[in-house]
């Protein structure tokens, strides 16, 4: 018996370790910002929204859309017409590194599809570019729930459509 209570003792030891490591619960956010699409033909805004989850003080995902306000002015040829953002959904992997109680850098890699929208000579045409996306940005938090975000996002669309250099900046809000 008295054997069989050390052995108990001893492995519970191993329990210590484990119990002084903290579990972190996800965190939850939602963003709200204008983000400006430059391309090589034109430059277009959109209000941008993004829900996340940060599953890890590290690693997170998330997910997001916009939507084209405006359009730009383009002369194809030498016939002027028109490009629009109508709108685009992407999807994210996003991993983080907190620097201060305050400041997050992230990097992020994910999937998307923008649709556009052009017309020129009375004749307009739709198209749906899919792209793999791959970024950088910092949070600052204002404060538990609030923040300001800024990042960088490279639009590479596929089957040798181009690209599109994406800046913006958001409203964070924490759940």
Same mark, same amino acid.
Do not use: C, E
């Given at each position: 018996?008295?054997?069989?209570?050390? !052995?108990?003792? +001893?492995?519970?030891?191993?329990? $210590?370790p484990a119990m002084a490591q903290t579990v972190t619960s996800p965190t939850y956010y939602g963003t709200l910002g204008y983000t400006q699409l430059d391309t090589d033909n034109a430059d277009l805004g959109a209000v941008t929204g993004r829900v996340g989850?940060?599953?890890h003080p590290n690693f997170g995902v998330e997910a997001e859309t916009s939507f084209g306000v405006g359009h730009d002015d383009v002369n194809v040829a030498g016939v002027d017409g028109k490009v629009e953002h109508r709108y685009d959904? !992407?999807?994210y +992997?996003?991993?983080?590194?907190? $620097?201060?109680?305050n400041i997050d850098l992230f990097a992020r890699a994910g999937y998307g599809v923008t649709e556009v929208k052009g017309s020129?000579?009375?004749?307009?045409?739709?198209?749906?570019?899919?792209?793999?996306?791959?970024?950088?940005g910092a949070t600052y938090n204002l404060d538990a729930q609030n923040g300001i975000r800024a990042d960088y996002t490279y639009?590479?669309?596929?089957?040798d459509q181009g690209g599109a250099d994406t800046?913006?900046?958001?409203y964070v809000r924490k759940f």
């Open positions: 018996m008295r054997n069989i209570l050390l !052995a108990t003792a +001893a492995l519970s030891l191993f329990a $210590v989850a940060k599953l959904v !992407a999807g +992997a996003v991993a983080s590194l907190p $620097v201060t109680s020129a000579a009375g004749i307009a045409a739709s198209d749906h570019l899919t792209s793999w996306n791959y970024g950088a639009r590479d669309f596929q089957h800046y913006a900046l958001s």
